[in-house]
């Protein structure tokens, strides 16, 4: 069991940053890729980022790659999510989960998921 909780969301201008943590509990964190998915107000729930088990292997999302940057310390059983150049658009609920054993954007794949927070960029 991995129970998953998140932090850093909040409220910022378009153009700003935020980074969103992640942390894990138990003693299987490096065990698990780690992924990072958002869910808008009427809208499906949608991949943002994902990173393999060692840090190695990454995906993004077209929509955010070169503005986002996940990462994960194993020493902290966290994973980040830095969020730059932020968008009206970007504005949602940002879930993180956990999956093994392949790195995967399919949110059906992930079985442990945080309960979100929540990210909203004005214009």
């Known amino acids: 069991q991995v129970q998953l909780v998140e932090s850093g969301g909040g409220l910022v201008q378009a153009g700003g940053s935020l980074r969103l943590s992640c942390e894990a509990s138990g003693r299987t964190f490096s065990s698990y890729n780690m992924g990072w998915f958002r869910q808008a107000l009427g809208k499906e729930r949608e991949f943002v980022a994902a990173?393999?088990?060692?840090?190695?292997?990454?995906y993004y999302a077209d929509s955010v790659k070169g503005r986002f940057t996940i990462s994960r310390d194993s020493a902290k059983n966290t994973v980040y999510l830095q969020m730059n150049s932020l968008k009206p658009e970007d504005t949602a609920v940002y879930y993180c989960a956990a999956n093994r054993p392949f790195l995967t954007r399919d949110e059906t794949r992930y079985d442990y998921w945080g309960q979100g927070t929540q990210v909203t960029v004005s214009s």
């Open positions: 990173i393999g088990r060692t840090g190695t292997n990454t």
